[in-house]
């Protein structure tokens, strides 16, 4: 679900014209202006995300998920797919409550989590 694994397969499918950027935020501006292969590859990342965040949602019993790294960035382009594949996933009741939202951390959100672990360890 990574930007350059959805990239690598997109380009492998048909998507992007020469010459144009191939990238993931060519690849996410292309899939909200409806490209079919480039919301195939969003609908195939949001597919394997919700496979994750539904297991751990089970082992650890959680309600919320906030999605972070590049692809965020993508905004609903991802999280539309996202929400609906874990709303048809999710098979034990618990797990239809999830709440998954984007980071307003942006890409600085791993390091606020380090800086908090620094913060903790030297208490």
Partial sequence: ASGPSMVRWALANGWGDPGTPTDARTLSADA????????LAFQRAADALAVAILTTAALFDIDDVVIGGGVSGAGETLLTPLRQAVAKQAGLGFLRRLNVERTRLERDAGLYGAAALVLKESR
């Fill in 32 to 39: 909200a202006r409806g490209v079919p292969m480039a919301q």
